[in-house]
C-alpha cells in the first residue's frame, strides 16, 4: 500500500528579482535630490490635466519621494484611510488602471472602479458636466481615462474634487511622462546639476510621433524642463505630419533642441536614451504607426544605452532585448505605482 | 539658453462649492428632529425591499443621521471595518452603484462588485436561490439591483444576509425615495411639525407615472407618512393607465390626497415641489414617458418651488434651471450617500 | 384623516441558518487535527498551480487553519492589511472570484479585480509574460482563472509574486479540491486515522469526467493523499475517453483504488460519497457531460450518504435533494471561502 509519504511533492518556488530591476537606483536619486515638501503642497488644491502643471522643482520633489517609496519595502502609514479613488476609465485600460489603484491602495484609500463604457450615463447620453457633478459626490479624487480629449475639460467645469488625466484622447498622459522622467533620473541623477558639462549631457531618440501620441507629447513638455542637460532630442518619425500646430515651436520655446528624422539606425550609435512607441489610440480603435521601426538586441544601440516604452508593446520592441542591460523599461513599468503614489500623496494636504 | 524657471507654470485650482450645494439645510434639520437611535436598532436584521417598511419615525431619524453625517467633515470611526458589501448590479447602474459603494466605503467596509451581468451565474441559468445561497457565504450585506422585479423576493428565501433593494424592476426603489425625503426635508423641516398650520402646508407635482415608474412609487409610498403636511399630490401625467392595480387606492388610505391631470403649466405655479422623471427601465431596455413635459427656466415654477430629479436626466430637465434656485436635484443626489450611509450603519448593530 | 403611526408596517426579518449549515462541524475537525503551522510556512514563497503541491499535512493543517476560521464569529486581526491581490479573471467566474475576494478581504487586504477578458492586454495581443511583468509590479499575490491551461505557466516564467490557480481551462482546479476535501474531513473526521478500521473506510462516486474536468482532476490527486481511508472511487461516466493520458496510471501509483462504471443507479446504494459535475468550460463555450445522470431525492442514495457538487448545477443535481441531509454542497461552497482564508494565510509570512 503507497503510504502518503510516499507521494511526491513538487514546488513551485517564487523567482528572486532579475538584474535589471535596478533597485540600487532609487537609493541613488535620493541623495540626489534634497527635500522640499512645501514644493508639493500647491499640488494639492490642484487638478493635474496638462505635464505643462509641472515645472522641475516639481518634478525632482516628486521623484524624491518615489525613489523614497521604491525603496521602503513596507509603508507603515496608511494615510489616505477612508478617502474614495473614483478609478473612470471610459477607455479600457488594464495597465495606467492598476498603477494608479495599486498607488491608492498602498496609501491606504478605497476605490470604485468604472471600467466599462457601455453601461455608464455617458454611453446612454448623459452630459460631462452631471457625471462631474455626480463624481465630486461619490468621491474625493478622480482618475479618469477617456478616447474623448475633451472629456476631462468638460469635467472640469463642474467637479468640485481633483481630476488626474490618465490619457485624454490624443492630447496628453502627464502622469505617464512623469514615470518616464522618473526612470531617467534614476538612471542618471546627474542629470539635476544645472552646471553639468558638455560631454555628460544626453541626445535622447523618440521613436514615435509627437503630434499624434500623448505618451510622447507629455513627456516632451518634461524633457524641456531638464533642455540644459539634453544635447537634442530627435524625432525618428516617417510619417507627413510629425507635430501639432505649436508644438515644436513650444518645445523650442521652452529650451528643448529638437531634431526631426527617418533614419533610425543611423542616429542609435549616438543616442543615450531610446524611447519607442508605436500605437495611437483614437475614438475605439488605433492607428499603428512607425511599424517599419523594430529594436531587437541586434540594433546598433551604444553599449550603455537605455530603452524605453510606456507598453503594452507590440512588435517594435523585440523581447530579445528583456535579457539585455538596455531594458529599463520593465523598471519604468515599476516605477508608475511609486510615482503614482507620490502625486497622490498631494492630495492627503486637502483632506 | 532657456532657465527652467522661466517656463511658465498653469495651474488647474478646484472649485468652490457653488451656491445651490445647500449646505446649511442639514444643520437645520438637525435641530428640528431629537436623536432617538432606538428606532433604528430593528433595521438591523432587515432586509429592505419596500418603501412601506418605513414609518415617519424611521424616516426622521434616518434622515437625522444622514444630516450628521453631511454635516461631519471626515467621519473618525470606520464601523464596518471588515464587513463586506456584495453590490450586485444585474441590471446595470454607475450613479447607485457608486452611492452605496460610497457610503459602505466611508464606513470603513470593503466591497466586491458585480456588474457585468452577462458574465454571472444568472445568465447562464443559476437560480436566483443558489445565487442568494453563495452570496449569503461570501458577503455580509448585499444591495441588488434587478430588471426582474422578482428577483430579490426569489433571493430572499435562500438568503441569511441583509439585502437592499436598489431598483426592482419597475417595482421600488425604496433608498432613492429617502434620498427625496431627505431633500424635502432639508428645504423645510417645518414639514416635520404634525400640527403644522394650513398655509405652511405644501403642494407636490409629480411629472411621471406612478403606476411604471419605481422612483415614484416608492416616493409616494414615503409621501404618504407626512400626509399631514401636504396639500396635495398632483400627478402631472398623459399614459393612459397612470396607476398600477390598488396603488392609488392603498395612498389614500395611507392619508395621501391625489390628484391626475395632463396640463403641466397650469398646475406649476401652484407647486411647491416639482419631482420630474421621464424613463422607465423595463427589461434591458427604456420606454421614455411624458417627452412633451419639459422643464426650463422659463416654466411657470414658483419663485421659492424646488425641482427633483433622480438624474440621469433627459431632455425633460434642461440644465439651464441648473443655475438657478429651483435646482436641488444636485443637492438630491449628494444626499443619497448620507441617506444611504445612514441606512447602512444600521447593519453595524447585526454584527 | 390618516395619522402616520395608524399607517401598517410590514417587516423583513432574516431568516436563520437552515440545518444543513454542519455549522457543529468544524469544531469537531479541529479537535482531530493536532496545530502545526510550520507546516504551512513553506507555501509562503510557492505559487499554487497543481494539486499535486499538498501532502497530507499540508491539508491537514490548512483544513485545521480553516475549521478554525469557521468557528471564528469576527477575525480581529487584519494580517493582509496593504496588501494588494490581483484577481485577474480571464475566464469570467463570480463564484470562485468571490470566494477568493471575500477570504482576502477577511484578512484585511486590497483587492483590484479583471473581470473584462476583452478590455484587457491580453485580448489585444500582449505576451502573458509582459502581463506577468506588470501584474508583479502592482500587485501583492495573484489569483487567475484562463480559458488557456497554458497561461499560469507562461506568466510563471516572469512573475515575481505568487499566482494561485483558480481554474486553468481544463487542467486544474486546486482549490476547489481543497474546499471539496475540507467539506469530506468536516463531515468525517475519523477518516484522518492513518489505522481507521475496514468497515470505516468510504467509496467515493464521482460523476463526471476526470480527463476533462478541471475540478474533478484536481480532486482525485488531493484524494490519492487519503487513499488509505478509501476502499476506491468509482468514476461515472460514459464518454469514451474518461481519463486523460497518464491521469489513471498516476492516481493508481499514488494509492487509489480507480474503477470506471457507465451504471449510476446500481453503485448509488453503495457510495458514502457522491461528487457529481457535468460542465466542462473550454475555451469560451461549455460542453455537457453526462446529461443522462441526475440525482433528485428518489435516487437510491444510502440515507447517511453525502452529495457534493463544484456548483454551479444544471439539471444534473436537482434542488429537491436541497432540504434533505444528503446536501452537502451549500456547506461545501460555504466552506470555501475559510479553506481559500487559510490558504492566503500563509502569504502573510512572505511579506
Tied chains: 1, 2, 3.
Excluded at 34 to 57: H, M
Excluded at 145 to 153: E, K, M, P, S, V
Excluded at 169 to 179: K, M, S, V, Y
Excluded at 185 to 213: A, C, H, Y
Amino acid at each position: 500500500m503507497v503510504k502518503p509519504s510516499d507521494i511526491p511533492l513538487p514546488t513551485q518556488p517564487l523567482q528572486s528579482l532579475p538584474d535589471n530591476a535596478h533597485l540600487e537606483c532609487p537609493e541613488e536619486l535620493l541623495k540626489h535630490i534634497e527635500e522640499d515638501a512645501g514644493t508639493l503642497l500647491d499640488l494639492a488644491n490642484q487638478s493635474i490635466v496638462s505635464a505643462r502643471q509641472f515645472d522641475r522643482e516639481r518634478v525632482m520633489q516628486l521623484c524624491r519621494l518615489a525613489a523614497k517609496y521604491e525603496t521602503t519595502a513596507v509603508p507603515v502609514q496608511r494615510p489616505l484611510t477612508g478617502k474614495i479613488l473614483i478609478s473612470a476609465f471610459y477607455e479600457p485600460s488594464t495597465r495606467t488602471r492598476l498603477s494608479f489603484e495599486s498607488a491608492w491602495h498602498r496609501l491606504g484609500g478605497d476605490i470604485m472602479s468604472i471600467t466599462d463604457p457601455g453601461t455608464t450615463g455617458i454611453a446612454k447620453g448623459e452630459s460631462y458636466r452631471d457625471v462631474a457633478e455626480m463624481l465630486s459626490s461619490y468621491g474625493d479624487v478622480i482618475v479618469l481615462r477617456d478616447t474623448d480629449q475633451n472629456a476631462i475639460f468638460e469635467m472640469m467645469k463642474a467637479l468640485r474634487v481633483p481630476i488626474i488625466n490618465a490619457g485624454n484622447g490624443i492630447d496628453e498622459h502627464p502622469t505617464q511622462a512623469l514615470a518616464d522622467i522618473f526612470a531617467i533620473l534614476k538612471w542618471r541623477p546627474d542629470l539635476l546639476e544645472l552646471d553639468i558639462t558638455e560631454d555628460r549631457k544626453i541626445r535622447i531618440g523618440i521613436i514615435g510621433v509627437p503630434g499624434r501620441m500623448r505618451t510622447v507629447r507629455s513627456l516632451l513638455l518634461l524633457l524641456s524642463l531638464f533642455g540644459y542637460a539634453i544635447k537634442e532630442v530627435v524625432i525618428i518619425c516617417n510619417t507627413r505630419e510629425v507635430f501639432a500646430k505649436g508644438q515644436r515651436e513650444e518645445l523650442e520655446q521652452r529650451g528643448l533642441t529638437v531634431r526631426v528624422t527617418t533614419e533610425m539606425d543611423a542616429e542609435l550609435p549616438n543616442l543615450d536614451v531610446v524611447y519607442i512607441n508605436a500605437i495611437v489610440w483614437s475614438g475605439n480603435s488605433y492607428e499603428e504607426h512607425g511599424t517599419e521601426y523594430c529594436l531587437t538586441k541586434d540594433s546598433p544601440l551604444r553599449e550603455d544605452a537605455i530603452v524605453l516604452h510606456p507598453l503594452a508593446r507590440g512588435s517594435e520592441l523585440s523581447t530579445d532585448l528583456d535579457e539585455t542591460p538596455h531594458n529599463w523599461y520593465f523598471a519604468q513599468a515599476r516605477g508608475a505605482v511609486y510615482i503614482r503614489m507620490a502625486l497622490l500623496t498631494c492630495y492627503v494636504w486637502l483632506f
